[in-house]
């Protein structure tokens, strides 16, 4: 069991943005910058590889509607990155697959 799935099983708490039967979007305990939300399928798959089509409409289909509710919790949010790490040599450090969405401010201190 990663620690998204103890996520998912309330192991370990989480702040939650968003869950339906197939998804859980919660907060990153490591915010880039605020409302920094990872966006992950409820079945274990280890990345993007392993995603049929039915996961990817799950997912991904998903993925405008959370982004738009994130923004709509802040005025100052004027952009998002969204972004996926997908095998160790991609950065991927938490081995269930997951999207980060990263709020942006015009006024934030990361590079565009
Ligand atoms: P990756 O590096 O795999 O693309 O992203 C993993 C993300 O998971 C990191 O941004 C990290 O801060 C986040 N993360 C790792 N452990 C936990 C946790 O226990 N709770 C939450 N909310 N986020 C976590």
Redesign the pocket.
Known sequence: MD?FDK?IAGD?P?YKVYEDDTVLA?????QVTPGHT?VIPKKHVDDIFGYDANMAENVLLKLPMIARAIKASNPKITGMNISS?NGTAA????RHS?W?LIPRFDDDALTP
């Open positions: 620690i996520i370990i989480s919660f907060l990153d305990i490591s990872l790490n950065g991927q450090t938490v997951h980060h």
